[in-house]
């Protein structure tokens, strides 16, 4: 069985994790979302919130799952017997961050690949932190994440529909 791991901090998820979460399971046989711990002294959202959120976008994959962790990534990913480590780019300031984590997680765990995805075009200038400060200043998101967190968002940053 071919397992993948995406891991992220998820806070929140977003139409464009959502895309390449869908966009796993084609080339995968299990993709297991893992909500890395110990990002909660700026999120929006707790741990277990994000772990939640998450879930229920991705209640109807079958072959997704959803689990927090708070172990190096390398770790978490051996120890579910995972073959790939997957993440998405927008862009080229994103891939050379990623290329660092890459060689050090094939220093770590030589038997696991680091994947990426490119992110569709329409999902370019998503992502979780500009989600958050956009809604922090009342703009409507309800076209960029699931509808649950969009809820979620509104409620949190106390915006009345």
């Known amino acids: 069985m071919r397992i993948a791991i995406f891991p992220g901090g998820f806070d929140p998820v ?49 072959n997704v799952e959803v689990e927090g962790f708070d172990e190096m990534t390398v770790e978490f990913a051996k120890r579910k017997g995972a073959i790939a480590i997957v993440r998405g780019i927008r862009a080229v300031s994103d891939f050379e961050a990623e290329f660092d984590m890459a060689l050090m997680n094939r220093k770590m765990a030589p038997h696991l690949e680091s994947v990426y995805l490119m992110a569709n075009q329409e999902f370019l200038y998503i992502s979780a932190s500009r989600i958050r400060e956009v809604s922090r200043l009342g703009y409507d998101v309800a076209d960029l994440v699931p509808a649950h967190v969009r809820t979620a968002l509104r409620e949190r940053l106390g915006h009345s529909d």
Do not use: C, Y
Request: aromatic share 8%; proline share 2%.
């Open 14 to 62: 977003t139409n464009g994790h959502l895309d390449l979460v869908q966009r796993m399971t084609h080339v995968f046989d299990r993709v297991i979302v893992a909500v890395v711990k110990g990002r909660e002294k700026n999120s929006l959202f707790t741990w277990d919130e994000r772990i939640e959120l998450f879930k229920k976008a991705v209640e109807d994959m079958p």
